[in-house]
Nanobody, 123 residues
Framework: QVQLVESGGGLVQAGGSLRLSCVGSGRTLRNYVMGWFRQAPGKERDLVATIKWSVGTGDSTTYTDYVAGRFTISRDNAKNTVYLQKNTLKPEDTAVYYC?????????????WGQGTQVTVSS
């Protein structure tokens, strides 16, 4: 089993930055596709970014269009931690952000979730 704990959320003004952290325990996060999701009030939970490690190529990342160029997902294997660096924040980025780990055999099935961390961006 994988346990995930997010941190780093808070209140920030538009244009500011935050870095979210997701610390894993129980398993090595590098063995999983890791993702950051967000859920705004009254909306569905959306995938924001993913990071996947492959032999020979290392980490590869994907981003949804509305965060590409502003957010960066990365990992520190020594700390078993995945990060989401968020720059040029906008009020519409306000949401609860969740870290998740994908099932190793079923793509798109996210089996492991953190408790979420609130990010509020004021205008």
């Amino acid at each position: 089993q994988v346990q995930l704990v997010e941190s780093g959320g808070g209140l920030v003004q538009a244009g500011g930055s935050l870095r979210l952290s997701c610390v894993g325990s129980g398993r090595t996060l590098r063995n999983y596709v890791m993702g950051w999701f967000r859920q705004a009030p009254g909306k569905e939970r959306d995938l924001v970014a993913t990071i996947k490690w492959s032999v020979g190529t290392g980490d590869s990342t994907t981003y949804t269009d509305y965060v590409a160029g502003r957010f960066t997902i990365s990992r520190d294997n020594a700390k078993n931690t995945v990060y989401l660096q968020k720059n040029t924040l906008k009020p519409e980025d306000t949401a609860v952000y969740y870290c998740a780990g994908e099932n190793t055999k079923v793509a798109g099935r996210w089996d492991y979730w953190g408790q979420g961390t609130q990010v509020t961006v004021s205008s």
